[in-house]
């Protein structure tokens, strides 16, 4: 089809296009239509790629059809969406065009779709891929792959057996009772009879586990992440950080070695000066972390942490960094493929979290202006280089109050808040995923990547904020989504879905998005009080106090937003009106009026009423 394009566009070249001059002022009027288009045949006569004679001011090739294939073919190989449909049409269309207004036309097709940003051989698309996870995420994998159309399996514990995942899945494996979303020789054995190509992983479970990725690898299913020895090491964030460090990324001032014992814990501290903070080299989210202040807590701080990073990792490494006081959590989300390219896709601001459970996230970050933009996101591709990582991840930093960052870790799965920079950038970052595991190319430059508009997300979950986010399970009885403009709710709740007490207990993913970050946080409050979930007690209060607070209303927030703000103290304003309960007497007229009620229409079934009666109606109506 692009063969087919190339050359229905070379014909149309007009002998005016020829002159250079000429063109030049068709090409002018694209540059607010079609900038991309703009942009690429600027740098291609720039860099003599498409040679001009500047005396006579006409193009050197005297071949137009030579011209034309240069031209067409480069801005093809950077526009990989172009819909076959629509550019027959404009190709195909007998009104008289210019070269550069079919061109420009079959461009802005692809603006107004999704973007990709990156393009794979058909011979190299997965057939079917199975997926090793559950609620929410699994739900979302699988809508990626059907738009890819590629295949579904998908594995579930029996608890799941009526969730919309396991509906969904073109195909569904049961593995038994219990969590078994850990199994991962019974889920290899799955992929191998259901002759699965590769498997997505999702967030959480086996989705950073370097023996699960090695063992895909054994066994030729391709994981859906980076290669199993690249997850081992940035698994290990004390090798994490010596490797970008070699890239010059900036990391916070600590120890390079694992600690030793608590009196080598000690003697660095006082060399780095206190509060420092003693980390699990296995770690993450807060496990085996502790914040030293003063010299007496070091010996107290450094076994409880080796013991609680051995019982959840392991592996009891520790090591020391300076502690940073209520930083920002900003993270970069990337995409790289296997031939070595990477771009950011920008930044989320993570910072309003609980416990190392993050809330609410947004993409861009009211911290960060383009400037910072860039030298971040330059430091964030650098440590993805270095690490030779492949597929969408992402590289976590701490910002401090100087506006200092430092990286922390870098993250090898798709992460729950990945939505706001789809939402921000036109991008379906799974799919995307998908189609790097698969050997796919980026088409993209980091130029070509714009940011568009504000996205706020809110992680709905099923816990009582009111009480210290206990996990409320239970039957959800009633059900609406919010919807109109800028809304994006992911989601496996629906009216009759269970709250199972064996996982996390989070329900849903509302996705705001407004031009600016105003109308992101309108549209956040509009939808939250649109959103009905009864039955289970959910984050839905709590998140109205955080858009309600003036200093995240100014943008003004670090990881101790919510105890500074006390937020909790505000939650019970924003619960609502909960129905009354009716009484028994008033039950009982409900349901006799039912029953009532249905009887009559049982009654006058098979009972048409007769055409006097019908004209009589029909009077009736004609008179309201
Ligand atoms: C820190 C820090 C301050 N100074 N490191 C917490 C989870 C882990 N990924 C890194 N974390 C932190 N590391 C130094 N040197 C503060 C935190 C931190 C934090 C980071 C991101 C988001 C929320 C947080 C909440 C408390 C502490």
């Known amino acids: 089809m692009k063969k087919k394009f190339v050359s229905a566009l070379n014909r149309s070249l007009t002998p005016a296009e020829h002159s250079y001059e000429a063109f030049k002022k068709v090409f002018r009027k694209i540059k607010k239509t079609a900038p991309l288009v703009y942009e690429e045949v600027e740098t291609l006569i720039k860099s003599n790629i498409v040679p001009i004679d500047k005396r006579k001011k006409v193009f050197k090739k005297a071949n137009l059809a030579e011209l034309g294939d240069t031209i067409t073919s480069s801005l093809i190989k950077k526009i990989p969406s172009l819909d076959a449909r629509e550019l027959k049409k404009i190709v195909g269309s007998k009104s008289s065009q210019t070269f550069i207004d079919m061109v420009a036309k079959g461009l802005s097709v692809s603006s107004f779709s999704e973007k990709e940003y990156t393009i794979l051989s058909k011979e190299k698309e997965f057939k079917r891929v199975l997926i090793a996870n559950r609620g929410e995420i699994a739900l979302r994998v699988i809508r990626a792959c059907r738009e890819l159309g590629i295949e579904t399996v998908l594995v579930y514990s029996s ?38 190509d590769a498997i997505h992983p999702g967030y959480g479970f086996l989705a950073e586990n370097a023996k699960f990725a090695k063992l895909c690898e054994k066994n030729q299913i391709k994981f859906i992440g980076p290669l199993s020895k690249t997850i081992m090491l940035l698994g290990d964030k004390v090798m994490a950080k010596r490797t970008v460090t070699k890239a010059k990324v900036q ?53 409880s942490a080796g013991a609680e990073a051995f019982l959840s990792f392991g592996d009891k490494t520790l090591y020391m960094e300076k502690y940073i006081e209520e930083p920002r959590h900003i993270e970069f989300q990337i995409l790289a493929d296997r031939y070595g390219n990477v771009v950011h896709l920008g930044e989320r601001d993570c910072s309003i979290q609980r416990k190392h459970q993050k809330l609410v996230e947004e993409s861009p970050s009211p911290a960060i202006t383009a400037e910072l ?31 200092n960052f430092y990286f922390i870790e870098m993250n090898t799965r798709i992460q729950v808040e990945h939505g706001v920079t789809e939402m921000v950038t036109g991008v379906d970052l799974v799919k995307e995923q998908i ?5 796919a190319k980026l088409a993209f430059n980091q130029d070509h990547i714009k940011l568009d508009g504000w996205a ?20 959800i009885t009633n059900y609406l989504p919010p919807g109109g403009p800028g809304i994006r709710v992911n989601s496996i709740c629906h009216q009759g879905y269970k709250v199972l007490p064996d996982y996390d207990s989070l329900l849903s993913l509302l996705i705001c998005h407004g031009n600016d970050r105003h109308e992101a946080i309108t549209r956040m409050n509009r939808a939250l009080k649109e959103y009905f979930i009864e039955g289970v007690k959910t984050t839905i209060p709590f998140h109205l106090a955080v858009l ?8 003004k927030f670090t990881t101790a937003f ?11 304003k924003y619960i609502g009106q909960k129905r ?3 009484t028994n007497g008033q039950k009982m007229i409900v349901v006799t009026t039912a029953v009532s009620k249905y009887m009559d229409k049982k009654n006058n079934l098979n009972n048409k009423p007769n055409a006097w009666v019908m004209s009589g109606r029909q009077e009736l109506m004609q008179n309201e």
């Open 548 to 555: 309600h607070n003036k200093n995240f209303v100014k943008g």
């Open 251 to 303: 990391v916070i001032e600590g120890t390079t070695i694992a600690l030793k014992n608590w009196k080598h814990a000690f003697k660095i501290a006082k060399k780095l000066g206190f509060p420092v903070i003693i980390k699990a080299a296995a770690g993450g989210g807060g496990k085996g972390m502790r914040i030293v202040t003063e010299e007496e807590e070091m010996e107290k701080a450094y076994v």
């Open 435 to 439: 189609k790097l595991a698969a050997g």
């Open 562 to 572: 919510i105890e500074k703000n006390d937020i909790l103290k505000s939650v019970k």
């Open 456 to 475: 706020i997300e809110c992680r709905v979950n099923a816990e009582d904020p009111l009480e210290d986010f206990r996990p409320s399970i239970g039957l």
């Open 580 to 582: 009354k309960e009716l």
């Open 373 to 403: 933009r860039e030298k971040m996101g330059d430091a964030a591709v650098r440590a993805v280089s270095a690490a030779r990582y492949e597929g969408a991840g992402t590289v976590e930093f701490l910002l401090d109050k100087s506006k």
């Open 159 to 196: 608890n799941d057996k009526d969730s919309l995942s396991v509906k969904f899945a073109d195909k569904a494996c049961c593995m038994g009772s219990g969590v078994s979303y850990l199994d991962i020789n019974k889920i290899i054995s799955i992929a191998k009879k259901t002759e699965s």
